[in-house]
Nanobody, 124 residues
Framework: QAQLVESGGGSVQAGGSLRLSCAPS????????MAWFRQAPGKEREGVAA???????KYADSVKGRFTISTDNAKNLLYLQMDSLKPEDTAMYYC??????????????????WGQGTQVTVSS
């Protein structure tokens, strides 16, 4: 079973940037669909960005033009580059892998494997 470990979270002022990383063990980022989700206090978990096997990318409307999902296949890492951060981006961010057949890329129950999360806090 794959294990996913996120890193790179932290506190930043509005307008700043962070890059999250996800390191899967026993799992190749180049051979699987992967995604980033987030959950703010009192809110449901939501899909932020996804990267499919064909290279297709999907983004939530709220992050389009600000966030970029990518992989480094040589290092076997998944990234989420977050620019122009806003206070409303504050949340726990989770890496997810292995898209279930028939699910949308940003659907909440779409992935089999999940990391423990990394906290992102954006202050105004």
């Amino acid at each position: 079973q794959a294990q996913l470990v996120e890193s790179g979270g932290g506190s930043v002022q509005a307008g700043g940037s962070l890059r999250l990383s996800c390191a899967p063990s026993g799992y190749a980022v180049s051979k699987n669909s992967m995604a980033w989700f987030r959950q703010a206090p009192g809110k449901e978990r939501e899909g932020v960005a996804a990267l499919g096997l064909s290279g297709i990318t999907k983004y939530a409307d709220s992050v389009k033009g600000r966030f970029t999902i990518s992989t480094d296949n040589a290092k076997n890492l998944l990234y989420l580059q977050m620019d122009s951060l806003k206070p409303e981006d504050t949340a726990m961010y989770y890496c997810a892998a292995s898209l279930r057949s028939g699910y949308g890329y940003l659907s909440n129950d779409a992935y089999r494997y999940w990391g423990q999360g990394t906290q992102v806090t954006v202050s105004s």
